[in-house]
């Protein structure tokens, strides 16, 4: 069978791979994991020669051992698991020796039983689960310690990534330098092509790259060249929208990126380039990038309980949302930011009644509304209709906003594990503000598949159902995605279910025989 030969560097050490042409994606890019000693976390960016960042996919092009491709291996964040050790070190936990304490325990009873009995494992799942939460969780109401809350109570504590919520000047400057001499290096056409996919990999990319895509993306739908954006005015809009996107778990910059990437995308599949005016691509590029600017990491919901700021500015409709298209507006009100300056009066109301529309709409309160309101016109849609084309903008971006279950499980897993951490931050600072709890967030109640499954089967894929409907092709592209993750959290739902079945049943074992009893019959008294 025929196979390609590619020759790359890591750290300055020569390596060759050899892979089948039809070899898949993933087995390729373990190919160069495994080359590059990289753990399973770890971030892996090929360089081809000329310099450019190429994607590690079976389309490399082959080359020689003259002009190499560089592999860089970036790690992992650990400051999660180095912070929970230092926690626990200072709430008097040494989890280090627990975990030794118990692996002597195992090793022992497995010598001298031949298996270790369910009650290790439950031992070493409850170690597990104490780790996550030291190594995850934000405030120790769990713990019955109440921390000092007086100042800055609606902001992120350093206990996510030792980082504040907003960027620092120093780290703002670091990025706009590597941004400005980036965007003047070529993306490649295997990149270029990619990024109309919805299997594109966000981790792959640091902030400076990924506005270089975005501009990318601008340029490649004309909308640079049709309605006269400077490229320094692009690129001084896309770095003040960087700035703008908190260091919080999930709706942070990268949140923006896949949301933007995947309407970029379904602009694509759906050649809806050809049906719909270019307005209405710019209107929902722009949306999508600046959809959730300045999110604090706290719904709505939160938001009006807690009387917040935002809340009462607004009135309690959509306060988030209709801060975010604030927000956006007062970036595009500087002249140096406004892409949108050399457009006609005419042209720049309509731009600015889109983008509203649009960012307003990802408010889930209205799903129902929205998603009943497409329903009714899909049967006689009609691209001429500015009144459809609105709601189906809308549609797109709620699509794009809540899309991460459409990518590959390696690239949309990870995102679950930073919304959830985003939502058992809220439900801790409810709980030690005595607001309601957010039921869907509260670390007590839910379990990772158990946040999705219902998700996806009642919101996500009602919702691209609909949208395939008007445009068959994406049945393949993210709804088949869509019902895979479904019966992955489903399977993972059943397994967690029938383990907390065994831990209980044998649970109530021990206790029966802690007192005498036997599961037939018990002592007379």
Request: hydrophobic residues 40%; contains cysteine; aromatic residues 10%.
């Amino acid at each position: 069978m025929e196979t390609k030969v590619i020759y790359f560097t890591v750290s300055g050490r020569p390596e060759r791979a050899e892979f089948r042409l039809d070899c898949p994606a993933p087995d390729v890019k373990d190919l160069f994991r495994c080359a590059a000693e990289a753990g399973p976390h770890d971030i892996l960016k090929l360089y081809n020669p000329r310099g450019n960042i190429t994607n590690i996919s079976p389309g490399l092009e082959p080359n020689s051992p003259e002009s190499c491709y560089q592999l860089e291996v970036v790690a992992s964040d650990c400051n999660g698991e180095t912070l929970g050790l230092e926690l626990a070190g200072a709430l008097g936990f040494d989890l280090s020796s627990m975990e030794k304490r118990l692996q002597s325990l195992e090793k022992k009873i497995l010598t001298d039983a031949g298996e270790a009995p369910a009650v290790v494992y439950e031992m070493k799942k409850q170690v597990d689960s104490f780790r996550e939460k030291l190594e995850s969780v934000e405030h120790l109401s769990w713990l019955g310690l109440f921390k000092d809350l007086s100042e800055g109570t609606h902001k992120p504590s350093p206990f996510y990534h030792k980082r504040p919520l907003r960027k620092t000047p120093e780290e703002c400057e670091h990025v706009r330098e590597k941004f400005v001499h980036m965007s003047c290096l070529e993306v490649s056409e295997e990149v270029r092509q990619y990024l109309k996919t919805p299997t594109f990999d966000n981790w792959q990319w640091e902030d400076a790259e990924i506005m270089v895509l975005l501009q990318v993306m601008y340029t490649d739908l004309d909308l640079v060249s049709s309605f006269n954006i400077e490229p320094e005015v692009l690129q001084q809009f896309l770095f003040e929208v960087y700035r703008r996107y908190n260091n919080i778990p999930f709706h942070n910059f990268k949140h923006c990126f896949c949301v933007t990437q995947m309407m970029y995308g379904l602009i694509w599949l759906t050649d809806v380039r050809r049906k719909m005016a270019a307005i209405d691509l710019l209107v929902m590029l722009t949306s999508a990038v600046c959809h959730d600017l300045d999110h604090t990491g706290y719904n709505n919901a939160y938001q009006i309980n807690a009387r917040t700021e935002l809340a009462l500015r607004y009135n309690d409709i959509s306060p988030l949302e209709n801060h975010h298209c604030a927000v956006a507006f007062q970036i595009l009100e500087q002249m140096q930011n406004n892409i949108f300056r050399n457009v006609s009066t005419d042209q720049y109301k309509r731009i600015r009644e889109g983008v509203i529309k649009c960012i307003l709409a990802t408010d889930m309160t209205r799903h129902n509304e929205i998603l009943s309101k497409f329903k009714s016109i899909l049967p006689a849609f009609d691209f001429s209709s500015r009144e459809h084309t609105d709601v189906l903008m809308m549609i797109l971006i709620k699509v794009s906003d809540i899309s991460n279950e459409a990518r590959p499980m390696e690239v949309a897993e990870p995102w679950l594990d930073c919304l959830l951490q985003e939502f058992y931050n809220q439900s801790d600072m409810e709980k030690l503000e005595g607001l309601p709890v957010t039921p869907f967030m509260d670390r007590d109640k839910i379990t990772k598949p158990s946040s999705q499954t219902g998700f996806i089967r009642f919101v996500l894929l009602p919702l691209f159902m609909e949208l395939a409907n008007l445009f068959p092709c994406l049945e393949h592209h993210i709804i088949d995605p869509v019902r895979k993750a479904l019966d992955y959290y489903t399977e993972m739902e059943k397994a967690l279910a029938r383990s907390e079945s065994v831990t209980t049943k044998e649970s109530a074992g021990d206790t029966q025989a802690d007192i005498g009893l036997t599961p037939s019959r018990a002592e007379p008294q």
